[in-house]
């Protein structure tokens, strides 16, 4: 199975091939703001870890898992 990750999860930049970009390419929907800029770049293929930490309310689940990182070319539909 491969999963495309979404835009707005936080990553550090030191995992990139080459040097970051800062882009504003996504309109922000909801709360009247301006658009976030963001860091676009990518990385290498390669072993990598897909870490979520989620909110149960009264306590956190943190979901760790080991992933085959891909260019996203082999994943995308063109």
């Known amino acids: 199975m491969k999963v495309l990750e979404p835009i707005c999860w936080e990553v550090c930049e030191t995992i990139a091939e080459a ?16 658009d ?12 990598g870890l897909n870490a979520s930490l989620i909110d149960m309310g009264t306590r956190f689940r943190l979901i760790v898992n080991e992933v085959d990182i891909v260019s996203a070319g082999s994943v995308a539909a063109k």
């Open 36 to 47: 976030p800029p963001r860091l676009v770049f990518n990385v290498p293929e390669g072993p």
């Open 19 to 34: 040097k970051p970009s800062l882009r504003v390419t996504h309109k922000l929907g909801i709360g009247g703001k301006d």
